[in-house]
């Protein structure tokens, strides 16, 4: 069984850093691209990140780009989400996904179950 | 970046009734384009890829066509299980991007 399991949120104050990682077991972790996918309290869901399986392509949305980093380790079949310089406005539950079997193109096909990250004073 | 407009953004129905929900770009996406539904407290879940192919174990109530700029999510008759937000998503281009979510609520 395909599970993701998220962890490391919580509470942070504005410009803090906090990491969040994903478990990933039941697939051949190495062989799947992952993102990360967030959504604000009462809100729509915002793509946040992108890597491919060996994490040598990445990609950032705008509201991210330069403070935020996605990293893999294949051997701890773990996903990584680094923020830095969080602000308010990163107030969101987080989710790590897997792409699609047949695809990066295709669409996300295993979520975890979120994490609830809070920027607050 | 592609822009995803949704609509309705909320939309009341029956038991039985036959739901369609619209997603269009402000590009073209050739058929690169996916729906999730998402229940309260949930993570999103698949249920179309490649605007028209049914994610395995998702009822054949749904379906789903278009391609291009416009995209329809058919729900050919409303289960009580069914009532959640649904998004599309577009995969053509980074950053991917969703649409701002239809809720179905209980008429």
């Known amino acids: 069984e395909v599970q993701l399991v998220e962890s490391g949120g919580g509470l942070v104050q504005p410009g803090g850093s906090l990491r969040l990682s994903c478990a990933a077991s039941g697939f051949t972790f190495s062989s799947y691209s992952m993102n990360w996918v967030r959504q604000a309290p009462g809100k729509g869901l915002e793509w946040v990140s992108y890597i491919s399986s060996r994490g040598s392509t990445i990609y950032y949305a705008d509201s991210v780009k330069g403070r935020f980093t996605i990293s893999r380790d294949n051997a701890k079949n773990s996903l990584y989400l680094q923020m830095n310089s969080l602000r308010d406005e990163d107030t969101a539950v987080y989710y790590c996904?897997?792409?699609?079997?047949?695809?990066?193109?295709?669409?996300?096909?295993?979520w975890g179950q979120g994490i609830l990250v809070t920027v607050s004073s | 970046d592609i822009q995803l407009t949704q609509s309705p953004s909320f939309l009341s129905a029956s038991v039985g009734d036959r739901v369609t929900i619209t997603c269009r770009a402000s590009q073209g996406i050739s058929s690169y384009l996916a729906w999730y539904q998402q229940k309260p407290g949930k993570a999103p879940k698949l249920l179309i890829y490649a605007a028209s192919t049914l994610q395995s174990g998702v009822p054949s109530r749904f379906s789903g066509s278009g391609s291009g700029t416009e995209f329809t999510l058919t729900i050919s008759s409303l289960q009580p299980e069914d009532f959640a937000t649904y998004y599309c998503q577009q995969l053509n281009t980074y950053p991917r991007t969703f649409g701002q979510g239809t809720k179905v609520e209980v008429k």
């Open positions: 996904a897997r792409a699609h079997d047949y695809g990066d193109y295709v669409g996300l096909d295993y």
